[in-house]
């Protein structure tokens, strides 16, 4: 019977603990993927998988990270707060990511993709 307590009581106290965490999930996406775009014509960005993305607090240190699935996706769980997004790309230094600015509140979920500059111009 304590044993049933004690096990009640770590699952109610882990579930209590994210109550007040936002959520941030997107996409890494490569683009542009073709050398002319048009309203006519987009040129939708490609998912990339494998790529590291951290959460940065206003302060400059990671507070959260997480790798792109097969299809490009992440989520990570924060604190409510603003955060900027960034990816790294390793070994390709000439790829640049643009940061994303983002707003979480606790309980949100808020769709934010990072962009990878595939260098076509």
């Known amino acids: 019977l304590s044993l049933a307590l004690l096990a009640g009581?770590?699952?109610?106290?882990?579930?209590?603990?994210d109550a007040g965490l936002g959520t941030i999930r997107g996409s890494v996406l490569l683009a542009p993927?073709?050398?002319v775009e048009t309203t006519e014509s987009p040129c939708p960005g490609r998912p990339l998988a494998g790529v590291p993305v951290r959460v940065v607090g206003a302060d400059g240190n990671v507070r959260a990270s997480a790798v792109s699935d097969d299809d490009g996706a992440f989520t990570v769980d924060v604190a409510p707060g603003s955060y900027l997004l960034t990816a790294s790309i390793e070994g390709d230094p000439a790829r640049s990511v643009k940061p994303?600015?983002?707003v979480v509140g606790a309980g949100e979920v808020v769709q934010?993709?990072?962009?990878v500059d595939s260098g076509i111009r």
Request: charged letters at 20%; one cysteine or more; proline letters at 5%.
């Open 33 to 35: 993927t073709c050398p």
């Open 9 to 17: 009581c770590a699952r109610a106290s882990s579930e209590g603990s």
């Open 112 to 115: 934010s993709d990072v962009v």
């Open 100 to 102: 994303v600015r983002v």
